[in-house]
Nanobody
């Protein structure tokens, strides 16, 4: 299998916190750069943050004030922690890998997870 699987989405009250996980399937030997996106109903999908295997991170806009992205290389898992969550953070959150290593020489590109729902109630 070559898949990314998101988990951790839930309903939380405004001001609360959540940690989302993006786990690589056993068919993925190594991740390259992984990003979290989100899409609210009726809105465009937008970038939240990205992280590379060397730990380098980037955040969209000012979201680094409330979100932290990290990668556990040993577990082949990427996390997105959000705090002080707001109703406007309500969205389906997706993870995406620019490429994943599936053999010693073969990469697959642009791998998306199916998403996990985050609902922030006021």
């Amino acid at each position: 299998q070559v898949r990314l699987v998101e988990s951790g989405g839930a309903q939380v009250q405004a001001g609360g916190s959540l940690t989302l996980s993006c786990a690589a399937s056993a068919g993925i030997r190594r991740l390259d750069r992984v990003a979290w996106y989100r899409q609210a109903p009726g809105k465009e999908r937008e970038l939240v943050a990205s992280v590379s295997t060397d730990g380098s991170t980037n955040y969209a806009g000012s979201l680094n004030d409330r979100f932290t992205i990290s990668m556990d290389n040993a577990k082949n898992t990427v996390y997105l922690h959000g705090n002080s969550l707001r109703p406007e953070d309500t969205a389906v959150y997706f993870c995406n890998a620019n490429r994943v290593l599936v053999t010693d020489e073969l990469w697959k590109y642009d791998i998306w997870g199916r998403g996990t729902q985050v609902t922030v109630s006021s």
